[in-house]
Nanobody
C-alpha cells in the first residue's frame, strides 16, 4: 500500500516557475516508477512526465519538454517536477502516480495522490 501526496502548487504569473513534489506518506517511491499527470475540468487526465524506478529513464510530454525536468531526491524519497516558463495553458490540477513500470498511460499506475492546483494567470 502506497499513499501519495503532492505539494508545491500555487498561483504564478506567466513565465514563472513552480517546483512540484511527490512524496509517500505511507510506503515508498524508491521501488516504484512515478508519473506526473494534469487535468482540467471537462478533460481527460493528461500525461506530463515519468521517471523510472532507478531514475535513469525520464520522459516529458511535448507540451512541457524543454522547460521542465523530472528527477528523484533519494534522500527525501521524493520525485520532483520542476516547471519553468509557465504558460496559462499549464493551469490544471497536477497529480503524481506510482506503479511497477514507467508508462504514459493513466491505467498503468496503481496509486495516485490527491492533486495540487497550479494556476498561471496575469
Amino acid at each position: 500500500q502506497v499513499q501519495l501526496v503532492e505539494s508545491g502548487g500555487g498561483s504564478v504569473l506567466p513565465g514563472g516557475s513552480l517546483r512540484l513534489s511527490c512524496a509517500a506518506s505511507e510506503g515508498t517511491l524508491s521501488t516504484n516508477a512515478v508519473g506526473w499527470f494534469r487535468q482540467v475540468p471537462g478533460q481527460e487526465r493528461e500525461f506530463v512526465g515519468y521517471i523510472s524506478r532507478s531514475g535513469v529513464v525520464t520522459t516529458l510530454a511535448d507540451s512541457v519538454k524543454g522547460r521542465s525536468t523530472i528527477s528523484r531526491d533519494n534522500v527525501k524519497d521524493t520525485v520532483i517536477l520542476q516547471m519553468n516558463s509557465l504558460k496559462q495553458e499549464d493551469t490544471a490540477v497536477y497529480y503524481c502516480a506510482a506503479g511497477p513500470r514507467w508508462t504514459t498511460s493513466v491505467g498503468g499506475y496503481d496509486y495516485w495522490g490527491q492533486g495540487t492546483q497550479v494556476t498561471v494567470s496575469s
